[in-house]
């Protein structure tokens, strides 16, 4: 071979390389640049995720020992939802240990390997789903500490109007979008023997996952993506005006412009009224509702409403009917998932169509204006 070869070829193969990157930003659109980590940084920095002086996360501060229980820790602590995974080397699916305070959702807690191995979420009524992608992870903690199950076997084989001691409110939870998502596949409301309910709300295909449409590290809704198909969205506050053509007039008030919110909102206010009217008329003690634990109060003047003073923990409402824990699990479910318009109304408003289908059975209540989705 000739000596001048060598460095020819070396010219060829440059110019040949730089004229394919020229080509090619030219032909060929940029990739996407992926987000800087200091900007990941930043939105998960404003996030609840990190809001280390959150009451999820310093609850147990002030007790003694101050650790997170084990069957609080996989959710309300970094070290506890590691162990959960089973990356600190213990056993899967179960929290072996209480675990230290002072965590938060931290960004190590989603990205390890056996977060992002992790395919099968579990659900608390031993139901499982497979098809999370990488929003498996949300549903874990998303997903509530009590489902329907709970709630039926708590009440099974008693008698329906009759006040007993051993039962209590039973409570799903907080923050249970990823339970109601998937609707009845996870039985996360209590659902009346003989009907059949939704399982998961598909929406579209490119707005399915948690993360297709909460940013995974600000958690925001990005109102604009919405926008391209729901017109009537400007800013996240018009969510709740979302609705499509066909859907029907689940509430019966003739009004067939609001939000799916409006919608549900509406069956959410008559159960209540039906609740209140069950615990007057059958059990003979009113009950009062309050977002605030333990959520379930006496109405001693019978008034209905909230007075000064009755919204305290000593005035908790005891005198607990079958029928009353299954209503009063319904009601608080609905009220504990804020986005449940969007991540499945139709099972929502199914459930509570049903609860007051019952309640029906102890009171008179006017079901005949109502559709019970299909
Ligand atoms: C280890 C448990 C855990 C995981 C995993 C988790 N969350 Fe959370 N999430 C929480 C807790 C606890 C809070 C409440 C934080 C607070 O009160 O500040 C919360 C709050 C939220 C909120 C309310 C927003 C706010 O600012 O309060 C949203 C939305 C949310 N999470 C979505 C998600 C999504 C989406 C994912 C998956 C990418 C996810 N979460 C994964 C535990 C978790
Ligand atoms: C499956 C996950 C999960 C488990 C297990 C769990 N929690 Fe939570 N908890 C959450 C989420 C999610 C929130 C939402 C926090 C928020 O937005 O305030 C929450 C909120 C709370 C809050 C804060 C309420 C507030 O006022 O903001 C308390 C207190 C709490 N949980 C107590 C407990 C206790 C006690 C246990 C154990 C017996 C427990 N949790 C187990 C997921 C869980
Ligand atoms: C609650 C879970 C959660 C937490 C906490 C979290 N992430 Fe993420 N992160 C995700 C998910 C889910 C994705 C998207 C993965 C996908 O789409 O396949 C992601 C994507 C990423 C990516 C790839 C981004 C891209 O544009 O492709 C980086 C880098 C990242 N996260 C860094 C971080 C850092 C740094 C933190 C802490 C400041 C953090 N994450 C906290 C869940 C989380
Ligand atoms: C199709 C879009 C969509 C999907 C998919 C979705 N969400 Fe939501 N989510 C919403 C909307 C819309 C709201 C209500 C926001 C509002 O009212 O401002 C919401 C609210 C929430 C809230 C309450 C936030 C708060 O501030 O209290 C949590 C927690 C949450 N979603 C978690 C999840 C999890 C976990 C998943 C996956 C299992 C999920 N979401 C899937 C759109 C979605
Ligand atoms: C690609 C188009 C598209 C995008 C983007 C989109 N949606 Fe939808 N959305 C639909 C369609 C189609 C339906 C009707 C699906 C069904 O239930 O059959 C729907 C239904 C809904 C409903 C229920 C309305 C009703 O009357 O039952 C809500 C709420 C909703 N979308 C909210 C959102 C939010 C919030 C976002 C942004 C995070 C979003 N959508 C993004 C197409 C879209």
């Keep these: 071979?000739?000596?001048?070869?060598?460095?020819?070829?070396?010219?060829?193969?440059?110019?040949?390389?730089?004229?394919?990157?020229?080509?090619?930003?030219?032909?060929?659109?940029?990739?996407?640049?992926?987000?800087?980590?200091?900007?990941?940084?930043?939105k998960w920095d404003?996030?609840?995720?990190?809001?280390?002086?959150?009451?999820?996360?310093?609850?147990?501060?002030?007790?003694?020992?101050?650790?997170?229980?084990?069957?609080?820790?996989?959710?309300?602590?970094?070290?506890?939802?590691?162990?959960?995974?089973?990356?600190?080397?213990?056993?899967?699916?179960?929290?072996?240990?209480a675990a230290e305070i002072g965590s938060v959702v931290s960004c190590f807690v989603c990205h390890n390997p056996s977060a992002h191995e992790k395919e099968i979420a579990y659900f608390p009524s031993g139901d499982t789903v497979d098809t999370l992608e990488s929003s498996v992870n949300c549903a874990e903690c998303h997903q509530g500490t009590r489902s329907g199950v709970a709630v039926a076997d708590a009440t099974v084989d008693l008698t329906d109007d009759e006040v007993n001691e051993d039962l209590g409110f039973i409570n799903v939870h907080y923050k249970v979008a990823g339970a109601v998502r998937y609707g009845s596949e996870v039985q996360v409301g209590y659902e009346f023997p003989g009907k059949d309910y939704i399982g998961y709300y598909p929406h579209v295909e490119d707005y399915q996952q948690c993360v297709d449409c909460h940013d995974p590290h600000s958690l925001e809704i990005t109102a604009s993506d919405c926008a391209a198909c729901h017109p009537a969205v400007s800013d996240l506050g018009d969510l709740r005006s979302i609705r499509v053509d066909d859907t029907p007039d689940f509430d019966g008030d003739g009004d067939t412009t609001e939000g799916i919110y409006g919608e549900l909102i509406t069956v959410h206010e008559m159960l209540y009224d039906s609740i209140q009217a069950y615990a007057a008329d059958v059990i003979g003690e009113p009950i009062l509702y309050a977002a605030q634990f333990p959520y379930w109060y006496v109405d001693p003047n019978g008034n209905g409403?909230?007075?000064?003073?009755?919204?305290?923990?000593?005035?908790q409402y005891q005198s607990w009917t079958p029928r009353l824990v299954r209503a009063t699990y319904n009601y608080h479910l609905v009220a504990e998932d804020p986005g449940g318009f969007m991540h499945n109304a139709r099972y929502l408003i199914q459930v509570m169509y049903d609860t007051?289908?019952?309640?029906?059975?102890?009171?008179?209540?006017?079901?005949?204006?109502?559709?019970?989705?299909?």
């Design 1 to 42: 071979m000739k000596k001048y070869v060598w460095p020819l070829l070396i010219i060829f193969f440059f110019l040949g390389g730089l004229a394919v990157i020229l080509i090619g930003q030219v032909v060929l659109p940029p990739e996407p640049r992926p987000e800087t980590v200091q900007a990941i940084s930043a």
């Design 46 to 97: 404003e996030s609840g995720h990190a809001d280390a002086e959150a009451e999820a996360f310093v609850h147990w501060d002030e007790d003694d020992p101050a650790e997170v229980p084990a069957n609080c820790a996989k959710c309300h602590s970094a070290y506890g939802y590691l162990d959960y995974l089973g990356e600190d080397g213990s056993e899967p699916q179960i929290v072996d240990a």
């Design 305 to 315: 409403e909230a007075d000064d003073g009755e919204i305290n923990f000593g005035n």
């Design 356 to 374: 007051m289908d019952n309640l029906s059975e102890a009171i008179s209540v006017d079901l005949a204006s109502l559709t019970r989705p299909e």
